[in-house]
């Protein structure tokens, strides 16, 4: 029988990734990436030699018949993201789609989630926001549907969570504030999570602004917005 694992990996830090990940990446096949480069140097690092193969959103239908055509030959496969958790922001959910949607296959492709670090867990654990229920909104509209975005975060009766480049901080950070009726809301802005200059920013939006203006606004950023 064929078997995908769907294997968190570190988001910054290469020791937060498991015992079984690493037996898994091991074993396996092949794995899948988002990025051959990023994972081999995850790899390299734990001195396995697996073989690596592209996955991402720009996969072509004819690349996807071919990963498939592992599973026909009851191949096991990791799927791994650059990193954190695999189909969270990331097309992974493309690839178990086709396994679960064709009758071919369905039948006889094991599934296997395989746990690890995820931005989304690690801030949420660290804010001091109300946690017992969560919107997960993914990454910030670059463009389109940015003022139904932050409306959609007024009006929200719990706690939102969503992520947002270097490059978009500030800017996603003051339209958000003018777009708060309640001005007061709590947020905690995660920054580099689990690497060298992890850093966190805790209290209203006007005040995470000010501090990230005194510190910096590189790296990748985790926001959390309290209702």
Do not use: W
Request: glycine share 4%; with cysteine.
């Amino acid at each position: 029988m064929a078997q995908l694992f769907i294997v968190a990996t570190p988001i910054g830090n290469l020791k937060d990734i498991t015992l079984r990940a690493l037996e898994i990446f091991k074993t396996a096949d092949i794995i899948l990436c988002e990025d051959t480069r990023t994972t081999r140097k995850l790899l390299s690092h734990y001195d396995i030699h697996t073989p690596t193969r592209s996955f991402h959103q720009h996969t072509s239908a004819l690349e996807l018949r071919q990963i498939k055509e592992l599973f026909a030959q009851d191949k096991t496969v990791a799927l791994v993201t650059d990193a954190g958790t695999p189909c969270i922001s990331d097309p992974g959910d493309m690839l178990i789609q086709s396994i679960i949607t064709n009758s071919n296959l369905a039948s006889r492709v094991a599934i296997h989630p395989i746990p690890g670090a995820s931005a989304l867990t690690a801030l949420i654990s660290v804010s001091g926001l109300p946690a017992d229920e969560f919107t997960f909104l993914g990454f910030v509209p670059v463009k389109k549907h940015r003022a139904q975005f932050f409306k959609m975060i007024d009006e929200s009766p719990r706690s939102i969570v969503c992520y947002e480049s270097t490059h978009r901080i500030i800017k996603t950070l003051k339209e958000l504030q003018s777009a708060l009726a309640n001005p007061s809301r709590r947020v905690c802005v995660g920054r580099e999570i689990t690497k060298q200059f992890e850093t966190l920013y805790r209290g209203t939006m006007e005040e995470v602004l000010h501090q990230l203006k005194a510190g910096s606004t590189k790296g990748e950023f985790a926001i959390m917005i309290a209702p």
